[in-house]
């Protein structure tokens, strides 16, 4: 499968602990976006990656949460000291001429 | 600030009966507008895109912006066109970070 892949697809966790989240995109595309899915919502924008760089991050994204992208291919995204309010379905996409492809998602749940 | 609005949460159709999903968007520049659809137990995917001007599996959508909508259309619904349909806008073509609105969900009846 050359699509996009997120790890884990589920992840249940405890309030107060930290979490991270992978995402591999399609090889050559250089753009890498992170979203949030609560229920009922559309995807919410969180950040998005050109290559290595960070070039834009939503206000959604409080100072918990940090991406990655270290060698411009795989991302991380880390969400430190959990809430409540983080449960979502968080996803990722990648894109090189503006049409996004996205993965299956991780479904996170905060206790 | 950039807003995508689809007014209806349910859609149901009979088979084979049209079907007009609304998006309208708020954005003052010249924004690029998408269809994205997901299957059930599927991941989102794009269904088109108004700069290509295709239709995709029957779907059409045309770009008005004198109203700011996008709304899609398909002259002759069937059942497996049943899923959760939501319009997207990017205000940068280049960038590609899109505003999704909250979705349709679309059920095809026999």
């Known amino acids: ?111 | 600030a950039q807003r995508v609005t689809q007014p209806e949460k349910l859609l149901s159709v009979f088979k084979g009966a049209p079907v007009e999903l609304k998006c309208n968007y708020s954005y003052s520049g010249s924004p690029e507008l998408f269809w994205y659809v997901q299957y059930s137990r599927q991941r989102l995917q794009l269904l088109l895109r108004h700069i290509s001007r295709e239709s995709i599996k029957g779907f059409t959508a045309d770009l008005n912006k004198g109203e700011t909508s996008f709304h899609l259309k398909k002259p002759f619904a069937q059942e497996e066109d049943s899923a959760m349909y939501y319009c997207a806008l990017s205000a940068d073509t280049n960038a590609g970070k899109s505003t999704f609105g909250d979705g349709t969900t679309l059920t095809v009846k026999p």
């Open chain 1, 1 to 111: 499968d050359t699509g996009v892949s997120q790890n884990p697809r589920h992840k249940i966790t405890k309030r107060g602990q930290n979490v991270t989240f992978r995402c591999d995109p399609i090889s050559e595309h250089n753009r890498l976006y992170w979203y949030r899915q609560t229920l009922g919502q559309g995807p919410e924008f969180l950040t998005y990656f050109q290559n290595e760089a960070q070039l834009e991050k939503s206000r959604l994204l409080s100072d918990r949460f940090s991406a990655e992208r270290p060698k411009g291919s795989f991302s991380t995204l880390e969400i430190q000291r959990t809430e409540q309010g983080d449960s979502a379905m968080y996803l990722c996409a990648s894109s090189l001429t503006g049409t996004q492809y996205f993965g299956p998602g991780t479904r996170l749940t905060v206790l």
